[in-house]
T-cell receptor, first 114, second 111 residues
């Protein structure tokens, strides 16, 4: 199994531009999570999906952030417009069962907004 | 929101030494998890704890679920260079699958 796949691994953009991060979960997993990691705030959950349906988006910082999961094998996290304070590493994770202890994380996308 | 405080924030040790770190909260939890994040990678689950007082081992790693259910401890014996990374505790909060991570302990191992 290839594990959770994220693209791009690195993204550098200018303030005001739209950014789209992509994630392919492990095949058969029915939960998908988006996290953000910064030095100041640590690792924080942004949103998660169950069977492609958003369940908890309380961690999404503001309306500039949106996430979709059009099918079981693909999800996107979009930031529009991007701001320098959005610079962080964004992780996607997936798991198989409700309250599964083992969330499998992707390698992350390092986003830099200039 | 929930706050999981990890101590120490960072550690510099020599290869072969034992390591101890802990995670504390003001709230009670029923499950404690320990993850490790290698440089440039996502976190990976090391150990899961389900019962107050439980002691669980995974190779050179041993973790304990505090008896008060407000803390947990992780020990690494005979450290090796590949132990380098950030160690996070985590608990389930809010909705069923929502994980909250601790502040992390960064471990450096010197030869």
């Amino acid at each position: 199994d290839a594990g959770v796949i994220q693209s791009p691994r690195h993204e550098v953009t200018e303030m005001g531009q739209e950014v789209t991060l992509r994630c392919k979960p492990i095949s058969g997993h029915d939960y998908l999570f988006w996290y953000r990691q910064t030095m100041m705030r640590g690792l924080e959950l942004l949103i998660y999906f169950n069977n492609n349906v958003p369940i908890d988006d309380s961690g999404m910082p503001e309306d500039r952030f949106s996430a979709k999961m059009p099918n079981a094998s693909f999800s996107t996290l979009k930031i529009q417009p991007s701001e320098p304070r959005d610079s962080a590493v964004y992780f996607c994770a997936s798991s198989l069962l409700r309250r599964s202890n083992e969330q499998f994380f992707g390698p992350g996308t390092r986003l830099t907004v200039l | 929101g929930q706050q999981l405080n990890q101590s120490p924030q960072s550690m510099f040790i020599q290869e072969g030494e034992d390591v101890s770190m802990n995670c504390t909260s003001s709230s009670i939890f029923n499950t404690w998890l320990w993850y490790k994040q290698d440089p440039g990678e996502g976190p990976v689950l090391l150990i899961a704890l389900y019962k107050a007082g439980e002691l669980t081992s995974n190779g050179r790693l041993t973790a304990q679920f505090g008896i008060t259910r407000k803390d947990s401890f992780l020990n690494i014996s005979a450290s090796i260079p590949s132990d380098v990374g950030i160690y996070f505790c985590a608990v389930f909060t809010g909705t069923a699958s929502k994980l909250t991570f601790g502040t992390g302990t960064r471990l450096q191992v010197t030869l």
